[in-house]
């Protein structure tokens, strides 16, 4: 069984920093595309980073200079450094596999559960 499972979520204060993972655990051969997405309270789900298996980074205008997507490859692991954090910032972040190559089949746009960040005033 597949799964994407987040951590590092947590309460800080602004200014603050968090380091998000997200682990792939299974029979994985690769994973192309892997991205950060957030729904903060009442808004759409967003795109907040992306990386690619070669290590390619897009970010979102709001994030860029404060975020750092990075992965592992061979722990089948992305991150999300997050720094001088801002109350806008508060939202559930859910990790993204774009595509996992499992045994002989592929499994598309796969997602985590979700890790809480709060950032206080």
């Known amino acids: 069984q597949v799964q994407l499972v987040e951590s590092g979520g947590g309460l800080v204060q602004a200014g603050g920093s968090l380091r998000l993972s997200c682990a792939a655990s299974g029979r994985i051969f690769s994973i192309n595309d892997m991205n950060w997405y957030r729904q903060g309270p009442g808004k759409q789900r967003e795109l907040v980073a992306g990386?690619?298996?070669?290590?390619?980074?897009n970010y979102a205008d709001s994030v860029k200079g404060r975020f750092t997507i990075s992965r592992d490859n061979a722990k089948n692991t992305v991150y999300l450094q997050m720094n001088s954090l801002k109350p806008e910032d508060t939202a559930v972040y859910y990790c993204?596999?774009?595509?996992?190559?499992?045994?002989?089949?592929?499994?598309?746009?796969?997602w985590g559960q979700g890790t809480q960040v709060t950032v206080s005033p």
């Open positions: 993204n596999a774009q595509r996992l190559r499992v045994g002989l089949t592929s499994i598309f746009n796969y």
């Open positions: 990386i690619t298996s070669g290590g390619s980074t």
